[in-house]
């Protein structure tokens, strides 16, 4: 460390003499010899004081023999008041008792009478000297004071070590983040507070950096005194003395563990999932692109598994977010048990998407093996804090090399993958394979040629009855669209009404299919056919617009056909979707006089609580129940729940997709009126439809047939 003077050395010396032709001639000397030096002079000891008193001079040049006061005497009172101030006695008096006495009182220097100039120069000189050092001494002890109080008050941690690194020194600071005391501390290595967490190579680096002079900074993962760990920003430089020895070593820290923390959360919220607590889709990224960099070194195979959970929608709409949040939660725990700890990397993706990356795969026999395993852990009820759920999950698997390069065609193709396992039903996985690449084309093209088909009129409606099995009458014509695609001829609904629905083409396609089926109601009342009501599906997203009401009710006035012939068909899973809401709906739609009825009865989730809310009129049994009705006991118990439901509740309930006597039979037994299938029709053109009004005759339907024997 460097020490510097803050204050200029400016002396001055007070000359004391009452010959005054000696005053000047020795004040001339003075001011040419010591041009530095400011000159105050007295006549006699008195004065000599006061002038002491007021300038405080660094020197006094005194006569001894003085009128008033003489010069030993003003010495003495001098130095009462300091003891450092340098006083040169002149005389001519070599009197042994004052000599005694002027060293008695501390006088400096005694010049002889008469004066040799050159041993008075020398003898100022020397005091200058002296009062000059003393001077810096001071100041160098109030700077000493300074940086000690400083060290010891400093916000900063301190610790001192000697050149072999045992600590002699640490400030308070050191000891409240440490815990440990300076005599704990001193005489200990700065190794009793390693954590074992920072690398050995850092303290290697550290050790070669300052001990050939230079000065070392870093971060240390430490542990105090009582165990718990703590992060510090360190530096420390060497200390070295006026020879350019190193004497010892500083090291200066500051405590960054909440930095470090904060940093810590940042890095997880930015890198992994916050519900689920798996990386998140950034981190599966970087991830993905060094697998893939080591597959392709090692020549090794790697898979992608997408996956989302089927009819997660509907459970986190009808059963709450709450519900929803707790079974992502459940279900990522349990892609983790299926995947290989610190190998595999299951992720979510957003929503209830999740993606798995396999690396170091031998065989696709792996990857299928690990999504047969989550496909079966699957089967397992999720018990989640408030509730109970079967929830499935579909599968798409990708693999490198053969399915992509990169992260990028790998995840799509895992993705498309999905959907074909989609397409085949609940839980199940689906290998990518390159045709369907080609499907997603044809997709493509589908799609663009849905957009021009309601401009082109490429629609129309088939219409398939409702009978009453007691009257034999038609109690109802569903309209069921269909799309005369002019190349690929007549498309089922089954194939674009999804798609129609993920291109938002659904709400106009939707009104265009009510308009029409009103209009061809209207017109065979006016033909005078009895009148029937025409019952039209609502898809989910057409249903829960926010004008549709307002829609429906134009539509009918502007086709002047009364509400109570119009029927609304919507899926169940649309009434669980915010109930308040739905209930709202549906009161104005019945307040209209519109006929309600639930399609697809027993495959969603409706309570028999729920839909007593619900101001409908018909259940409509789904047809998976009513095709085994006759040979599956299951169906057949839940064809006869929903029958005794719908009868407690005192709603209508039709049966569809009748196709055997047999089905017609045991529904009929069950007490079920209404029925709908290919026995009686399968959906018809509007002209054929006049056809069945002229002749409704149902040969099965005669009494014999109808009841078991
Ligand atoms: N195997 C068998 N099938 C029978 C039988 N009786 C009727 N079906 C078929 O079952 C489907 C019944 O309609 P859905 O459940 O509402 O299912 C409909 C409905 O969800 C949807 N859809 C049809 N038209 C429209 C529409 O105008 N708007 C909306 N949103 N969806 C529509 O497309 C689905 C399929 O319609 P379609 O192909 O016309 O198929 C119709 C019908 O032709 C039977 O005895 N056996």
Not at 3 to 8: C, E, G, H, Y
Not at 80 to 94: D, H, V, Y
Not at 149 to 156: D, I, K, T, W
Not at 617 to 626: A, G, M, P, R
């Amino acid at each position: 460390m460097q020490f510097t003077t803050a204050k200029l050395f400016a002396p001055t010396l007070l000359f004391v003499e009452d010959d005054r032709s000696t005053r000047d001639l020795i004040s001339l000397v003075i001011d040419a010899r010591f041009p530095g030096i400011k000159l105050i002079t007295a006549a006699n000891g008195a004065n000599g004081l006061e002038l002491y008193k007021k300038h405080r001079p660094e020197i006094v040049l005194t006569d001894m023999k003085m009128p008033v006061m003489d010069g030993i005497t003003m010495a003495k009172e001098i130095k009462q008041l300091s003891r450092e101030a340098k006083i040169i006695i002149l005389s001519g008096q070599t009197d042994a008792r004052l000599l005694l006495e002027a060293i008695d009182i501390g006088i400096s220097h005694y010049v002889l009478k008469p004066i040799n100039q050159e041993k008075l120069q020398a003898v100022i000189k020397e005091c200058l000297e002296c009062s000059r050092l003393e001077q810096q001494l001071r100041e160098q002890e109030v700077f000493i004071r300074r940086l000690s109080r400083a060290v010891e008050q400093s916000p900063v941690s301190i610790m001192i070590t000697d050149t072999s690194g045992n600590i002699e020194y640490v400030n308070p600071r050191f000891t409240k983040l440490t815990g440990y005391s300076l005599q704990e501390a001193a005489g200990n290595k700065p190794s009793m507070l390693k954590s074992g967490q920072s690398p050995d190579d850092d303290y290697r680096r550290l050790w070669e950096i300052i001990s050939s002079g230079g000065e070392w900074w870093g971060e240390f993962h430490n542990r105090k005194k009582d165990g718990t760990y703590y992060w510090v920003l360190t530096s420390i430089s060497p200390i070295i003395d006026g020879d350019n020895h190193i004497t010892h070593f500083i090291a200066f820290q500051e405590d960054i563990t909440e930095r470090k923390q904060a940093e810590d959360t940042i890095k997880q919220m930015a890198y992994y999932d916050a519900l689920t607590g798996l990386p998140n889709r950034q981190l599966f990224n970087e991830l993905m692109h060094l697998a893939l960099a080591q597959a392709q070194r090692h020549g090794r195979l790697l898979a992608i598994l997408f996956l989302d959970l089927d009819r997660f929608k509907v459970i986190n709409d009808t059963l709450g977010h709450g519900v929803g949040d707790e079974l992502l939660k459940a279900a990522a725990l349990r892609l983790r048990e299926c995947c290989r700890r610190d190998i595999d990397t299951v992720a979510r993706r957003g929503g209830d998407e999740f993606i798995i990356l396999l690396p170091d795969l031998d065989s696709v026999q792996e990857a299928v093996r690990v999504a047969q395993k989550i496909i079966v852990s699957f089967n397992r009820l999720f018990t989640l804090p408030d509730i109970e759920l079967f929830v499935s999950t579909c599968i798409g698997i990708s693999i490198y090399p053969d399915d992509g390069k990169d992260a990028e065609t790998l995840i799509k193709n895992a993705d498309m993958a999905m959907y074909r396992a989609k397409e085949q039903g609940r839980n199940r996985y689906h290998l990518y394979t390159s045709s369907m690449d080609e499907q997603a084309l044809q997709r493509l093209t589908m799609e663009n040629d849905l957009r021009r088909a309601l401009q082109n009129g490429e629609f129309l409606l088939y219409y398939q009855p409702k009978i009453n099995i007691t009257s034999g009458r038609i109690v109802c014509f569903e309209a069921l669209v269909r799309w005369q695609h002019p190349e690929i001829g007549l498309v089922s609904p089954n194939q674009f009404i999804p798609l129609a629905e993920d291109i938002g083409l659904i709400v106009p396609l939707g009104q265009w299919v009510l308009r029409a089926a009103c209009r061809q109601n209207k017109s065979w009342q006016e033909m005078n056919y009895p009148p029937m009501r025409v019952a039209v599906n609502f898809s989910p997203k057409q249903f829960l617009q926010p004008m549709m009401v307002n829609m429906v009710e134009q539509v009918l006035a502007e086709e002047d056909m009364d509400p109570r012939w119009l029927e609304m068909e919507v899926t169940e899973n649309v009434m669980l979707q915010n109930v308040d809401k739905t209930i709202d709906t549906l009161n104005r739609l019945n307040n209209l006089g519109i006929h309600i009825s639930i399609d697809d009865f027993g495959t969603g989730y409706s309570s028999l609580s729920y839909i007593k809310k619900l101001p409908i009129q018909t259940l409509k049994i789904d047809q998976s129940f009513v095709s085994d009705i006759d040979t599956n006991k299951d169906d057949a118990a839940i064809a006869t729940a929903v029958i005794n439901m719908a009868r407690s509740l005192r709603l209508n309930v039709i049966a569809e997709g009748v196709e055997t006597v047999e089905q017609l039979k045991m529904l009929s037994d069950l007490d079920c009126q209404e029925m709908q299938g290919y026995l009686f029709s399968k959906p018809v053109s509007a002209e054929e439809v006049t056809h069945l009004l002229k002749s409704t005759e149902w040969p099965y339907l005669a009494m014999g047939h109808l009841h078991s024997t």
